[in-house]
């Protein structure tokens, strides 16, 4: 097991958001995460990369590290890496500088400048993740001159350079065309065979496209799992 959520609890003065919520993913798995709005879906990964502390319970991550306590940054640094539902990119620089501003600072640990010059090493990364994302023709686009699905892809780009084992993303299709919504179920599977990934998501035909097994939560607790049509 890569993650392995134990009696998580998240109690807001009496509003239990995760009622002794057990999730478990494996390595190279892809997860996905279904349930109505208010199960918890959220807060369960809100948890996972340390942006919240649970009221109880373990996370417990890769050889048996408690994640619980920790702060973000260091989760980032142990391998759990996040994409948000509203991409949070640098409009105004270009695709490849974004690219190249994350890989920086995922090395660096400091916020970089843009001034150093990169690598051939990191040129080279670089190169392998705006092919993955399929962003190569638009490396020297203005970020935010890019499609709201290329959008996307690129945050997911900027979080796969710093090379997490867990990947965890948040309703990555929501707002997206037909087109791009399968493109992005096939780079989420393509991505999976290097690193395990949850996924939240609401848009069931993108769930039957990429999902092995789902898990369904509600009220702040994994109610079923399994493959899609026995959930």
């Known amino acids: 097991l890569i993650l392995n959520c134990e009696n ?11 009622n002794n919520c057990n999730f478990k993913v494996h390595y190279n798995e892809l997860r996905v995460v279904i349930g109505p709005n208010g199960a918890g879906k959220t807060t369960l990964l809100d948890v996972i990369c340390g942006k919240t502390k ?5 996370v417990l991550f890769g050889k048996g590290t408690n994640l619980v306590g920790k702060n973000a940054e260091d989760i980032t640094k142990l391998g759990v890496g996040r994409k948000f ?14 690219l190249d501003l994350s890989l920086k600072r995922a090395s660096k640990g400091v916020f970089p400048t843009l ?10 990364r670089i190169e392998e993740g705006l092919e993955t994302i399929g962003l190569t023709d638009h490396a020297h686009a203005r970020a935010g ?16 350079l710093q090379e997490p084992s ?6 990555p299709v929501a707002g997206m065309s037909d087109k791009e919504t399968e493109q992005t179920g096939q780079l989420l599977t393509k991505l999976s065979e290097k690193q395990a990934i ?10 039957r496209q990429i999902a092995k097994i789902v898990t369904v939560l509600a009220e702040g607790t994994v109610i079923c799992e399994g493959t899609v049509e026995t959930v």
């Open 166 to 171: 867990l990947l965890l993303v948040d309703e």
């Open 115 to 124: 001034m150093g010059q990169s690598s051939p090493a990191e040129r080279a």
């Open 145 to 160: 001159s890019l499609s709201h699905g290329q959008k996307q892809w690129l945050e997911i780009g900027m979080v796969i």
């Open 8 to 18: 998580v609890v998240m109690d807001y003065d009496g509003f239990k958001a995760l």
């Open 85 to 98: 539902q509203a991409p949070s990119i640098y409009s105004n620089l270009s695709v490849w500088q974004n």
């Open 198 to 207: 949850v996924v939240i998501e609401h848009d069931m035909d993108f769930v």
């Open 54 to 58: 649970p009221t109880s319970g373990t």
